[in-house]
């Protein structure tokens, strides 16, 4: 792959951090229940990624200490996760693997 020919262990989408955090959140409570699989689990993640603005970061800082306007940024984006979390989940439920 190319991308192996590349430094790029510190490149990463922030906004995965915060569609785990809210797919571990509904996945403890009462508002929704799945299959907890890695299957289903990967698969709610990549749609509602697949739905949601990228928000990248190529700096240790910025994942380990982020700056007052990143967090305030990924602060406002947390309800827009939600909503795409909570809709992949309706969809990898519609459309289990078997």
Do not use: G
């Not at 510190?10 to 995965?16: F, I, P, R």
Request: glycine share 0%; aromatic share 6%.
């Amino acid at each position: 792959m190319f991308k192996d020919k590349f430094q790029h262990d510190d490149l990463e989408n922030l906004m995965e951090e915060l569609v785990f955090e809210q797919l571990d959140a509904i996945l403890h409570s009462v508002l929704k229940k799945m299959s907890d699989s890695p299957i289903a689990i990967q698969d709610v993640a990549a749609i509602a990624l697949n739905n949601l603005p990228p928000r990248y970061c190529s700096s240790i800082l910025d994942k380990n200490q982020p700056r007052p306007q990143l967090l305030k940024e990924l602060e406002n984006y947390k309800p827009l996760v939600h909503d795409k979390v909570l809709e992949a989940i309706d969809i990898v439920e519609a459309n289990p693997h078997h």
